[in-house]
């Protein structure tokens, strides 16, 4: 442990138990952040969650624990489906209610928190009319909180169901007050579950997920009220909160170390990786395990790690914590390539589109074979054998420094191509808007502009034969391709010179120094090296007019010529690979390939405007701005509304409050 945390060593919990006293030892099965339904709807992913909360509740049994503590999100949405409610209720109904005594006694008020208007108390093992063989304990998170107004009791969620139901213990639907004290705003009340076993008394404070804004500005403000016993000292305290821990922007997340000093141990939810070991807080003398998620939801960094659960052992004011490794979650791996420096190091040249598949499919399906050998080497102590699962697997592209000739990749699919209607250039224009710009629109709008000139330049009648069509088409085409090549010819055309006529040289060596900054590729732009046209005479006014684009076509060609000749570099979204039986053939794989843009982008020299058709040449257009990529909005959380607590009764432990 660092120099930094001596002075606490004294005051802190021991995180060994050397005496062990099985008559005072309480065994607590600890996990959180279960999201059952996550995927929900996948053929392969769908029954993830459920299958890997059944093997915690199997682990709860095995190791003959006295309780389960989930930290929030057992489910991934606050309405889920009744699919994702019938299995939880079967598998927690066929594991927790039974036989085996509860072994563990309730101290505090079993009324408090249960359901208003009924004689049943919140505790569930306290219920003479069921037979609870493991106590499940559960705070809500930020999928799962409650949400509605009104009704009998409120904003409600599913494990306010459960709840009554008798299958779980519902806590941490914190008191909001509003006490003439605070000055500046309402206050929240934690009142504990208070239980014992032999000598070893274990205070549990649950707080559901709110607005970090709020949990925040309550905790700086002193308006976060937790009642305790009288002997505070002599319990061990353990809060359990589902917050972000990573700070995400200003009040964003929750401090680690503004708890209060009482509390010896800290149970973290909401944040999926896995940091279950305990660690200390810097001037504090309470710990923190994190045990992440047990089902990967995103293909994230954090969801990588091997999944946990924990056995959490108290004894006293001694604590132990055992992690536990998951069998049955699916493997993941994931990995980064940096595609200029495995260029230069593979020697593949990076305008060759085959060697790049080439390489990225030969590192995936080595991630593949070492997702299959860890998920083996994993399972190779399991009780029970796990069926082999396809991996997860998620390979970033950072294309940083490499200019991807979208444009030459497509014209040489589309020349391959026997194209009728639509003709190639056009085509590649759309394609590389589609690409470079994300525009979901280009490839059906140039779709249906081509469909609308060729309706125009074809007659309507029947009599045609099928060589009589076919050579109409090729005309049409022909046509369209033309007019595109004389827009390409007017965008290089060099601007009149309004002096002495020996200027227009220069420019024109000017004009083309700056088309060829844009780093066009050679098939997006013709450029020739003769004379540019000369001005059209007035008796081929009437060929002209007859160019088969229609009237608003040179609008949104020009649209779509200036978003797609843009260098942005493109960025893949996720997609999913079809398994098959060899891996060596890049199959059995869910994937995700990304390409990352460097934020750093030198900013490229700006391209003339693709004019209309009768905009002369002598006009050139001003430079498309550019502009920069939509940042992801913030993830919000919703403000919760809370139920007033119970009085208690004379019987129980008396609690005092302190700030």
Known sequence: MDASFDDMDENRPETRIQDRKEEDLIRIMLATDCHIGVHE??????QDSINTFKEVLQLAAKYDVDMILMAGDLFHENRPSRESLYQTISLLREHTLGDKPVSIELLSDPNDGKAAGYGFPAINYEDPNLNVGIPFFSIHGNHDDPQGVGGHEGALCALDLLSVTGLVNYIGKADITDEPSAQDGVGTNIRPVLLRKGDTRLAIYGVGNVKDQRLHHQLRSNKIKMFT?????DWFNILMLHQNRVKRGAMESVPEGMFDDM???????HEHDCRIEPEPVAGKRYFISQPGSTVATSLADGESLTKHCALLEIQGKAFQITPIVLHTVRPFKMDTIYLAAAAEENDINLNDKMAINTFLKRRITEMIRDARKEFEERNADSDEPVEQMLPLIRLRVDTTGVKIRVG???QEYLTAQDMQLLESRGMNDAIETYVDKDDTHAIVSYVKSSEKHMRQVLPQTGDLDTNGLDELLANAREKLEHGHREEDEEDIKPEKPKGKSKARGANVEEDARSVDSMAMDEDNLDLHSEEPPKKAAPKRAPAKKATPVPKAAPKARAATSRAGTSRAKPKAKASIIDSDEEVEDFDDVIMNIEEDEDEEEE????????????????????????TPAPRGKKAT??????????SKTSKMIELSDSD
């Open 41 to 46: 709807r996948d053929p392969v992913r769908g």
């Open 229 to 233: 016993p009288q002997d505070k000292d």
């Open 263 to 269: 509390i010896d141990l800290v149970i973290w939810g």
């Open 408 to 410: 030459q990749l497509v």
């Open 603 to 626: 900013e490229e020299a700006p391209k003339a405007k693709r004019g209309k058709a009768k905009a002369p040449a002598t006009k050139s257009s001003a430079p498309a701005r550019k």
């Open 637 to 646: 959380q919703t403000t919760i509304s809370f139920a007033p607590s119970r």
